[in-house]
């Protein structure tokens, strides 16, 4: 009986083992396209400069594809737009989360407030941060998108990658950052600006 039960626990060792390693090392493709390179600076009365994303960013996120532009509308206001793709986080890359990169720039995160976006049929779970430095205040809207459906909550985005791994399904993930200045102005060009480029955005990224 003794004998019996060593194997049944040598077997089931061996067997988390063989799983543990296919998770490590398995990574299966990512199942279509992003096209965030072609990304428009024109639209809607919008004009986008882009931005080059420094280089120790690229070295520590190594994303597959990044873009970053100031958009500024006829009246003046600008919304900047950050969005990044990833294929997986093997090799120690992936998104990071504002919640930990903001207060290491030089701002507070005055307020975290759930935010959600109308984008045509369904409501996406966006976060919007009041930030502050100083007296000066800006907001910023933001969340992960994955093959799960989007979410700003950082343990719910860390479960879908790991029910990702799990089914053995691509891992691959999008973070999409909107950020304006707070006043009234400011805020109702910003939701001016999300409906008009969210379209342009996922229709760029491979999750629909």
């Known amino acids: 009986m003794a004998k019996k ?3 049944i626990m040598a077997f089931i060792l061996i067997a988390t083992f063989a799983f543990s390693m296919t998770l490590k090392l398995y990574q299966p493709e990512a199942t279509g396209s992003q096209q965030i390179a072609a990304f428009p600076l024109e639209k809607d009365g919008w004009i986008g400069s882009e931005m080059k994303v420094a280089e120790y960013v690229l070295d520590v996120l190594k994303p ?4 970053q532009a100031d958009y500024v509308n006829r009246d003046g206001v600008t919304v900047n737009l950050f969005m990044d793709y990833f294929a997986s986080e ?3 890359g992936g998104p990071h989360s504002p919640r930990n990169c903001v207060p290491g720039s030089g701002w507070v995160i005055a307020s975290d407030q759930p935010h959600p976006i109308q984008f045509g049929s369904r409501t996406i779970p966006a976060h919007r941060f009041v930030l502050a430095r100083g007296d000066y205040k800006q907001v910023m809207d933001f969340w992960y998108v994955t093959k799960y459906g989007e979410t700003a909550n950082d343990y ?15 891992t691959d993930v999008a973070f999409v950052r909107f950020v304006s200045d707070s006043d009234p102005a400011s805020l109702a060009a910003l939701d001016q600006f999300e409906q008009s480029f969210l ?10």
């Open 5 to 7: 039960s060593f194997f």
């Open 199 to 208: 379209p342009e955005i996922y229709s760029r990224l491979p999750f629909e």
């Open 64 to 67: 597959v594809a990044i873009f």
């Open 156 to 170: 719910k985005f860390k479960l879908y990658a790991m029910l990702s791994s799990l089914t053995l399904s691509p």
């Open 90 to 92: 093997k090799g120690g």
